[in-house]
């Protein structure tokens, strides 16, 4: 089992950064891909970005890519969500999650692990 835990979320004015972290603890896995997805409520999951565990591969949605990078301390089993040139349309509740086996990156029904999920609100 596998345990994750989002941090970072806040208010932040549009043009604005802000950084998100998500914490694993349990039995965490060798292989396997982390992700961030944001939802408003009522919507479907939207991928934002992930990162294969052990190569550190990167892949981003295209509404994100050039603003948000992602990163990863393996040593501190912890992935980072770095968001920069923030928009309005930026707000959302964002999740971190975990899989073991991943053919569709952008697919949330493929993550077997969800965080609890972090505010992001950015003001016009």
């Known amino acids: 089992q596998v345990q994750l835990e989002e941090s970072g979320g806040g208010l932040v004015q549009a043009g604005g950064s802000l950084r998100l972290s998500c914490g694993a603890s349990?039995?965490?896995?060798?292989?396997?891909?982390m992700a961030w997805f944001r939802q408003i409520p009522g919507k479907e999951y939207e991928f934002v970005t992930a990162?294969?565990?052990?190569?550190?591969?990167?892949y981003y949605g295209n509404s994100v890519k050039g603003r948000f990078t992602i990163s990863k301390d393996n040593t501190k089993n912890t992935v980072y969500l770095h968001m920069n040139s923030l928009k309005p349309e930026d707000t959302a509740i964002y999740y971190c999650?975990?899989?073991?086996?991943?053919?569709?990156?952008?697919?949330?029904?493929?993550?077997?692990?969800w965080g609890q999920g972090t505010q992001v609100t950015v003001s016009s």
């Open positions: 990162i294969t565990w052990k190569y550190g591969t990167t």
């Open positions: 999650a975990a899989g073991r086996t991943i053919l569709t990156i952008e697919s949330a029904d493929e993550y077997d692990y």
């Open positions: 349990g039995r965490m896995f060798g292989t396997g891909v």
